[in-house]
């Protein structure tokens, strides 16, 4: 059966510190990836999706990036936290080019940025 | 017109009770709705789905109406107990020429349930 696993769960940053958070799928191959962020009490906001191993898309301009080194990982980076940043972040996949449109998600990362 | 709209912001429901969640949309190119149930502190899981060529899907205590020529559709909790308090995201999604699905949520619907 297919997991996914995301780390850590909670993290709090000084303001201008870096950031790295990873993500891994097992048991499926070439899954597409997403990173997603919600505010508190709003809803999921699509940062980053992937298709493939160094294919990154953005959907939104930002002080992050993402980066698949492998087939299912998953990272997302700043080289310097905004206040502004903090959130719940979740990754998520899905099966490539399939009918099954599902969409799995990880247990998240709250990070607060003070 | 990629914008799903999702109404309440917030229900109260006592146990035993109906809950109804609302959805909107406006692109037509969307071809599957799914829903998802939120606790505190966890990810999204995917609660039941449902495809536009169906007006309705009933599993268990859950079922999804789907109206397509209003472009809504909505999701239903019979007798709603107090473990179904959590958050709910309506969602629509299309098959993007390049990759598998591109997904829109809906901003949420905090749900309690009252013993």
């Known amino acids: 059966s297919q997991t996914i696993h995301q780390w850590p769960a909670t993290l709090v940053q000084p303001v201008g510190s870096p950031l790295s958070l990873e993500c891994t799928v097992e048991?499926?191959?070439?899954?597409?990836l997403y990173w997603y962020r919600q505010a508190a009490g709003r809803g999921l906001q699509l940062l980053f999706y992937s298709v493939g191993i160094g294919q990154i898309s953005s959907e939104v301009p930002q002080n992050l990036s993402a980066s698949r080194p492998q087939d299912r990982q998953f990272i997302l980076s700043s080289k310097k936290l905004l206040l502004s940043d903090s959130g719940f972040y979740l990754c998520?996949?899905?099966?490539?080019?399939?009918?099954?449109?599902?969409?799995?998600f990880g247990s998240g990362t709250q990070l607060s940025v003070l | 017109q990629q914008q799903v709209k999702q109404s309440p912001q917030s229900l109260i429901v006592q146990k035993g009770g109906i809950s109804i969640i609302n959805c909107a949309y406006e692109?037509?190119?969307?071809?599957?709705f799914p829903w998802y149930q939120q606790f505190p502190g966890k990810g999204p899981a995917l609660l039941i789905a449902?495809?536009?060529?169906?007006s309705e899907k009933k599993e268990g205590r859950f079922t999804i109406s789907f109206n397509k020529s209003a472009k809504q559709f909505s999701l239903h909790i019979m007798d709603s107990q107090p473990g179904d308090s959590a958050t709910y995201f309506c969602a629509a999604s299309m098959k993007k020429s390049n990759y598998g699905q591109n997904f829109v949520f809906g901003p949420g619907t905090r749900l309690s349930v009252l013993p």
């Open positions: 998520a996949w899905s099966v490539f080019g399939g009918t099954n449109e599902k969409l799995f």
């Open positions: 449902i495809r536009p060529d169906v």
């Open positions: 048991g499926t191959s070439n899954p597409n």
């Open positions: 692109n037509t190119a969307f071809d599957y």
